[in-house]
């Protein structure tokens, strides 16, 4: 045992070792001696770990081996995807792609200075909301708007600043979860407010939240229960209803929109997703809702509503803690200035031009793909089957699209075998296993992206024909 421990060459050793010295030009000295000893520990722990003698491989082959995991650790955090799953507003891979004026915008505006807390024109300061509050009250209609890091946030600090300490009626359909770790209940508390449910989980009515007011009733709160449905014997309140309980005991109506669709869905096939502007005409104090769903921007939680509630909300401690930087700002109002023109907007905003493509066109583009992989190396039959994309985002599961998907089968491999190896490409692919066919669904490939999938498919191609189980 003794003797395999000499075996292994010091650390200056190997940081003399032609692959070693050409890392520290890439990366910086200590994250290489880092790296070695890393290496060395690691080894050393096996040896004596080891109950039978275990090959120690060459100082060259070592060096190589920690210069590769530094490269490997060197490359960007997060990786380009291509999402093949169908799922439009995918939370995993980040939910709505930015518009090119967005990206262009951002890069401009990261790259230097700007104007995000001062108005170039007066020399005065001003606030940073100030960059897309005209845009978002345009949009909606309100009076005022203020932009924080994302919904759960914008429900926090607004329940804080308009019900703090005080009781909030919500309806007993509407608690919600929305992926683990939101849990309406739960971010009431953070809040500081207490939850009052009223009515059934099937049926609320106007007079349920009426005779829950009373004098430490601080707001009543609607929300929209996007990834569930109830259906059946069923009852619920409209925003207008709810207002109109709210101004006769002089209680103010917080409206949770969610997804923040600023046009009508229901021409995409997408029903039942609130607009945003109807909730302020119907009279709503604040509407709350995702910059990164429907609107197809940045990840963001957005307030609009009456000036008193933003004010209260600005002048909130939290809203130092919830502010967004320059780069969501300048994003954010990228993006809503494509509303301004809704025929250019399906053309410039990837989420509406997934929504808008004919399923006919997803079909030729997955014929033109499958004809070019069909049989090559290792991948069988290559077919083009129908398929039902779906919005995500927390968005009702019950919707869908109709939609094509490329299946790909190797010969010999499962589909989740198929699923690792297009994860571990450059783009890295994430597709659909469905029983055990593996599928990459066309409605969330970008067209221009269709060639680089080909040549991941061709690799695959090839990857595929070493043995079974490697
Ligand atoms: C998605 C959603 C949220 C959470 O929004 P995030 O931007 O993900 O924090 C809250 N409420 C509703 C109704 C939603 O749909």
Same mark, same amino acid.
């Given at each position: 045992m003794a003797n395999i421990f000499r075996n292994i060459p010091s650390v200056n050793q190997l940081? %003399?070792?032609? +692959?070693?010295?050409?890392?520290v030009d890439k990366v910086n000295h200590q994250v290489v001696v880092d790296g070695v000893r890393t290496f060395i520990d690691d080894l050393k722990e096996k040896v004596h770990a080891a109950t039978e003698d275990i090959d120690i491989p060459s100082p060259s082959d070592m060096a190589e081996h920690i210069a590769d995991w530094l490269t490997r650790e060197d490359q960007p955090v997060l990786r380009r995807a291509i999402n093949g799953t169908g799922i439009i507003l995918h939370t995993g891979l980040g939910r709505a792609p930015l518009c090119k004026a967005a990206i262009?915008?951002?890069?401009?505006?990261?790259?230097?200075?700007?104007?995000? %807390?001062?108005d170039l024109h007066s020399g005065q300061r001003s606030q940073r909301?100030?960059?897309?509050?005209?845009?978002?009250? %345009?949009?909606?209609?309100? %009076?005022?708007?203020?932009?924080?890091?994302?919904?759960?946030?914008?429900?926090?600090?607004?329940?804080?600043?308009m019900a703090g300490g005080k009781e909030v009626i919500v309806s007993r359909g509407q608690l919600i979860e929305i992926g683990g770790s939101y849990r309406l209940p739960d971010v009431m508390e953070c809040s500081g407010c207490k939850l009052k449910e009223v009515g059934t989980t099937n049926k609320t009515r106007g007079s349920d939240y009426a005779n829950a007011i009373h004098e430490e009733t601080g707001a009543l709160l609607k929300v929209h229960p996007s990834n569930f449905e109830i259906v059946g014997f069923t009852a619920t309140v409209s925003t207008r209803e709810l207002v109109e309980v709210g101004k006769k005991h002089g209680v103010p109506v917080i409206d949770d929109v969610g997804s923040g669709a600023l046009i009508d869905f229901s021409q995409y096939g997408l029903a039942d997703e609130p607009v945003v502007s +109807?909730?302020?005409?119907?009279?709503?104090?604040?509407?709350?809702? $995702?910059?990164?769903?429907?609107?197809?921007?940045?990840?963001?939680?957005?307030?609009v509503?009456? +000036?008193?509630?933003?004010?209260?909300i600005l002048a909130n401690p939290l809203m130092r803690a919830m502010r967004v930087g320059k780069m969501t700002l300048a994003a954010l109002a990228a993006t809503l200035k494509q509303y301004r023109n809704i025929e250019s907007a399906e053309q410039s905003i990837p989420l509406l031009t997934m929504l808008s493509t004919p399923a006919a066109n997803l079909k030729l583009r997955g014929e033109k793909i499958a004809a070019q992989v069909n049989g090559v190396g290792c991948i069988g039959q290559c077919e083009v089957v129908e398929s039902r994309s779906m919005l995500g985002g927390g968005s009702l599961p019950t919707q869908e699209l109709p939609s094509y998907s490329v299946m790909i089968s190797v010969e010999g491999r499962t589909a989740s075998w198929i699923g690792q190896k297009m994860r571990d490409s450059d783009p890295g692919?994430?597709?659909?296993? +469905?029983?055990?066919?593996?599928?990459?669904?066309?409605?969330?490939?970008?067209?221009?992206?269709?060639?680089?999938?080909? $040549?991941?498919?061709?690799?695959?191609?090839t990857a595929g024909t070493g043995s079974a189980g490697s």
């Open positions: 940081l %003399e070792s032609p +692959q070693l010295k050409k890392m262009d915008e951002v890069a401009s505006i990261s790259a230097g200075y700007a104007s995000v %807390e001062i909301v100030n960059a897309v509050q005209k845009l978002l009250c %345009e949009l909606t209609g309100a %009076e005022s708007a203020v932009v924080v890091n994302n919904n759960a946030a914008a429900t926090m600090i607004t329940l804080a600043s +109807q909730s302020i005409a119907d009279g709503a104090d604040v509407a709350l809702f $995702s910059g990164d769903k429907l609107i197809g921007g940045p990840q963001c939680g957005i307030i509503g009456k +000036q008193k509630y933003i004010d209260a692919v994430m597709g659909r296993v +469905q029983k055990d066919r593996y599928l990459i669904d066309m409605r969330t490939v970008f067209p221009a992206e269709d060639a680089k999938l080909v $040549s991941v498919l061709e690799t695959l191609a």
